[in-house]
């Protein structure tokens, strides 16, 4: 059985060519200051989270420090010269780290005073008694599997609804929620309903409004994965030039730009 994920269809649909490079040929890739903070805020508060919501501030800052610290010594063994990493603007790279190192610290705490407050959602209880961070899934489309980690599931605490929420560090909020719409799809395979979902975005320190997961058909989620997995197989990968280039951590290996 053929396995891929969300973060892999939408790569694919980014560019195919970009895809291909990094995934299939395994070219190396300039580091990024927002990946290493991106992963260290995940870290962090899936840390706190699974603390039950006890973990100190503090101590959630130094699960991002750690982690920050560990993904720049992976990044640095990648390509040793900063100057070569990817950089959001005109930034020196140098300050760009910094400037990505401060603000995940303060969006650690962000995030962790936003969820404090707002008592109207808490963290949802799985049936073997685990709180609901992180929850690794495995479902079918066809003869696909998909696999991916819900970040969280919350509970509304007036009504009992879910709500499945992904924690994003970049600026944009996805145009097609599709990623929630198969978190949907995998708790419905456990027997639990989760009719909403929503986008933390860490940089605007507060979630997306609930965004309904009925609206688009699952048969068209499907037929994406499947098509996804087929274009793979058989090397149809295509080129999507265009501004996202100049971000892109393979570009310098790229024929359409050389």
């Known amino acids: 059985m053929a396995r891929t994920s969300v973060s892999r269809l939408t790569s694919i649909a980014r560019c195919g060519t970009a895809y291909e490079l990094e995934r299939v040929q395994r070219v190396p890739s300039l580091p990024a200051g927002w990946l290493a903070q991106g992963t260290a805020i995940h870290e962090a508060a899936d840390a706190w989270e699974k603390s039950g919501r006890l973990m100190p501030i503090p101590d959630a800052q130094e699960v991002f420090r750690t982690t920050w610290i560990a993904e720049l010594a992976e990044a640095d063994a990648v390509e040793p010269d900063r100057t070569k990493w990817l950089v959001g603007g005109r930034k020196k790279v140098v300050n760009d780290l910094r400037d990505r190192y401060n603000g995940g610290l303060d969006q650690v705490a962000t995030y962790i005073n936003y969820n404090l407050e707002d008592t109207s ?16 899934f495995e479902i079918e489309f066809r003869d696909i599997a998909v696999l991916g980690y819900i970040d969280v599931i919350m509970e509304d605490t007036r009504t009992g609804e879910l709500i499945v929420r992904d924690i ?23 027997g ?14 507060k ?3 609930p965004i309904d997961l009925t609206t688009l058909d699952e048969k068209w989620i499907e037929e994406w994965f499947v098509r996804q997995v ?8 295509l080129p999507n030039p265009g ?14 730009l050389r």
């Open 243 to 256: 501004d996202a280039c100049r971000t892109c951590g393979v570009a310098p290996h790229c024929p359409v």
């Open 230 to 237: 087929r274009l793979a197989e058989q090397g149809l990968f």
């Open 168 to 190: 994003k560090s970049g600026a944009k909020v996805p145009a097609v929620p599709f990623q929630l719409i198969v978190y949907r799809k995998a708790l419905a395979e456990l």
């Open 207 to 209: 979630p997306t409004r």
């Open 192 to 205: 639990i309903e989760a009719r909403w979902g929503d986008f933390f975005m860490t940089r605007d320190g």
């Open 121 to 136: 959602l808490a963290p949802y209880v799985m049936p073997d008694g685990t709180i609901a961070a992180e929850v690794g």
